[in-house]
C-alpha cells in the first residue's frame, strides 16, 4: 500500500510539472512532444510522463495526432475568451461581496504583495506569480478565496495568453499600475470603480492576443481541424 501511495505521488508530481512546463512556456505552444527524451529529462520512466500527456490532453493542453505525435496545444482564442468571461464573472461577483470591514490581514498581504510588484528586479514568473496571489487575496477579501482553485484549473490556454503578452511588453508595471488602482478603490468602498478597473485589467489579454498572433501566428490555434507539423516552434530566443 505504501508503494502504491508512493507511486502515485510520483505520477502527480510528473503530471504537474509537465503541465507547468506548458503554463510557464518553457514547453512552447505547437512544440513536438517525445515520451523518451521527457522521463529522460525528468528522470522517470516513459509510463508516468505518458500517463501525464492523458492528463494534459483532457485539459486541451496537449494534442495527439494519431501516426503524428503528441504535441503542445496551440492556444485556443476561444478558450481563451470561454476562462476569461469564467474569471471575469466570478471576480467581479466577489467584489459585490467585500464587506464593510476588510480583513486587516489579508489587506496587509495584499499591500505587501502590491510593494513587491514595484521591484526593479522583479522577474516576469515572479511577477505572475504575485499576480495570481493579488487577485486570490482579493476574493478571500469577500470570503471566496477557495474558489480561486476553480477558476486556476479552468484557465490554462488563458495563462499561457497571459504569459505571452507579459513578454511582449518591456515591462510588466503597466499591470501592477491596474493592481493597485483595484486595490484603492476595494480600500475606498468604490465597488463600482473597482469593477471597471477589474473588467478593464482582466481584459487586456484579448488585445495581447490580436497584437502577439499578427507576428506569431504559429502559436495559436486557427481552427479545430489545426493539425500540426512535427517540429519544434521557438516562441522567443
Known sequence: MAQSNRDRTSRRAIYLKL???VLTLELAPGA??????LAASLGVSR???RESLILLSQEGLVQVFPKIGSFVSRVDPAQVADAQFLREAVELASLDDLPAELDPEVDSELRDNLARQQRADLGLEEFFDLDEAFHQGLMRLSGHGNVWTNVAAAKGHLDRARRL???ENVSPAVFAIQ????YDAVVAGDVPLARAAM?????AVFSDIERIRAHSPELFASGPSTVPVRRNVVVWE
Do not use: D, Y
Not at 513536438?32 to 527524451?37: H, I, P, Q
Not at 493592481?179 to 483595484?182: G, N
Not at 473588467?199 to 481584459?203: E, K, V
Open 19 to 21: 503541465r507547468q512546463m
Open 32 to 37: 513536438a512532444l517525445s515520451e523518451n527524451e
Open 47 to 49: 509510463t508516468p510522463v
Open 165 to 167: 503578452g507579459l513578454h
Open 179 to 182: 493592481h493597485r488602482e483595484i
Open 199 to 203: 473588467r478593464t485589467h482582466l481584459r
